[in-house]
């Protein structure tokens, strides 16, 4: 009997090892997370930026987005979230500039961002054509005229150089990708990259936001 309690006490202990080893709770540089070469200005004061790089196209970014808009919850008043929608140089993409149009008019709520991919990924509506974009405005009860004329306007099209711009700053090649305080890249499949595989996307989405609380604890010290 001794004997077996000792052995279950080993396994026991194993398994807490194993699962201390696995935690992205404290990541590594490199692996579950990146540092920019070339860190990025903000302007949050003592509260850590955060910025998700997103496509309302992406189903990845779609299913992310629950779990993501549950931790900046959570996180309340440790930072500033920020989204920005990614671009393709040489390509107009309409959800983009429906993106963008929203945030300059000011009305870009969390439902309706969340009602956005629910379009696209559930209604399987693209919204990938100027006229797909303005009649789904439309129902959203959206002046459908303000928003064509915001939607063609030359901010819309300084917010997409700027996205341009940022991508190429913080050296976005997938996405959803989180930007912490100018300085720090993880993603959920960065996330992953130092534990046992994730069985699936949520998995996925538990491991990122342990990654972040860390690299929000990190970021936030080295303000100090």
């Known amino acids: 009997m001794r004997f077996l309690k000792f052995a279950l006490t080993a396994m026991t202990l194993s398994a807490v090892a194993l699962t201390a080893v696995a935690s992205p709770a404290d990541p590594k540089n490199g692996v579950e997370y990146k540092t920019l070469a070339a860190p990025q200005p903000v302007d949050t004061g003592k509260k850590v930026e955060i910025i998700e790089f997103f496509d309302y196209a992406c189903p990845h970014c779609a299913a992310f987005d629950e779990s993501l808009n549950a931790w900046v919850k959570k996180q309340g008043d440790n930072i500033v979230f920020k989204r920005m929608h990614i ?3 040489g390509t107009d993409l309409p959800q983009e500039k429906m993106y963008f149009t929203l945030e300059a008019m000011g009305v870009l709520t969390p439902e309706l961002h969340t009602k956005a991919f629910n379009e696209i990924h559930v209604n399987h509506n693209r919204l990938n054509r ?4 303005f009649d789904f405005i439309a129902k959203q009860g959206i002046d459908k005229q303000k928003f064509i004329d915001t939607y063609r306007g030359f901010g819309v099209a300084g917010r997409v150089r700027k996205s341009i711009s ?8 997938s996405w959803p990708l989180l930007a912490v305080d ?7 499949t960065l996330a992953d990259a130092g534990v046992n595989a994730a069985k699936n996307e949520a998995e996925l989405h538990g491991e990122v936001t342990q990654v972040l609380d860390a690299l929000v604890v990190k970021a936030k010290a080295e303000k100090k």
């Not at 100027?130 to 974009?133: A, H, I, N, Q, R």
């Not at 940022?166 to 090649?173: F, L, R, T």
Request: charged share 25%; proline share 9%.
């Open 130 to 133: 100027d006229e797909l974009v």
């Open 182 to 188: 100018g300085k720090y890249l993880t993603s959920p």
């Open 87 to 89: 671009s393709r140089p």
């Open 166 to 173: 940022m991508m190429d700053a913080y050296n976005v090649d």
